[in-house]
């Protein structure tokens, strides 16, 4: 889906986003339920040649309870990075056994918490961790389930911030490493080897390092099994990328067609963590412009969101298009406007240089907001974070209430 395809004048499914503003006020975010269950739908009809594979969606790209109720109902997994992320999708109805649990820096009550709760598998990242959980599991007379995460020194070829296959990166172990610990891990009475994962990037418009990365898992696998150390599953990550602009971003299905053809007839259960690809074009922002500001050199239009409330422009330089849905009254004049927000950064901008014809009190839609949105946002500048409206059909719902003032000092203490 490209950016564009969620805004039909000025709706989202058949609710005007004008109708969302007056009810909701502004900023606030909103998914369409259509868009999120249509996505989940690509990845499994990508994958109708292997009906045991799971679709563990990536917590982190949007951890609202309603969108994970959703893809948990639609029979999705959970791919997870922290305790906070297991209470998420446990109060959210989710099924711990099918939750995989990533993340180089787990604590032991995180990992405490995932074995009470009964998880999929733990991706370990390090020999430590690995250590530390089978330890811990013994203590508590459990096995754990564990997979590692191996690092294929790959180059995804996107953002280097989110780029995590290369040998310099803090995750997973390289392949030699990997063939050692699951040596000791096959011996360890309280671990249950039961897979091998990598990850290695994300916002990836090239299905072929995700392949080449597929064939190097594949090959440890091999030589496990001739060792006598039975894989179960090959958990690929996530990353596939999206249209934000003007990238040809694969299909699920072209994503996937190399990766399905290295694994060919191997009886390997897979397991995929899509985030950005489930939940990034489902969704937008919507904000208000609270004043134009004509400056000698540039023209700006301050809006009511903020870098504390999409932080990827600041964060990343990333673009998102920014759409007028809705004029005030006033004839306006276009201009190359900056899109900038309230807070008190230079960096705090969600656009540059986009042509707009705006007045006061217009409202605009800032696309492809879905992932990493909501779930990124802070209260930096004292700003209480937006509402999140869930549109189906004719119906839209509150999904999270925007926070007050009395949410953001709940749990200080003053000094009397
Ligand atoms: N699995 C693991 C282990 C991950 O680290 C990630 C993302 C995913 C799955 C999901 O990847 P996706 O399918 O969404 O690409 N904040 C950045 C993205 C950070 C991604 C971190 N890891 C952004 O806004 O672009």
Known sequence: MTPHQLLRDGHIEAVP??????????????????????????????????PDALICYAVKANGNLALLDLFARAGAGFDIVSGGELARVLAAGGDPAKVVFSGVGKREEEMEAALAAGILCFNVESADELFTLSALAKKLGRRAPVSLRVNPDIDAGTHPYIATGLASAKFGVPVAEALELYRWASQEPSLRIVGIDCHIGSQLLDPAPAAEAAKRLLALADRLTAE??????????????ICYRDEAAPTVADYLAPILAAVSARKLRLIFEPGRSLVGNAGLLLTRVLRLKHGPVKHFAIVDAAMNDLARPALYDAWHEIVKVVSSEAPSEAHRYEIVGPVCETGDFLGHDRLL?????DLLAILSAGAYGMSMSSNYNARPRAAEVLVDGHTHRLIRRRETFADLIAAETGLS
């Open 17 to 50: 986003l004008a109708e969302i503003a007056r009810l909701y006020g502004t900023p606030t975010y909103v998914y369409s339920r259509a868009a999120l269950l249509a996505n989940y739908s690509a990845w499994r009809a990508a994958l109708a040649s292997h």
């Open 228 to 241: 006598g150390i039975p894989i179960e599953h090959l958990d690929l990550g996530g990353g596939l990328g």
């Open 357 to 361: 014809a705006l007045a006061k009190g």
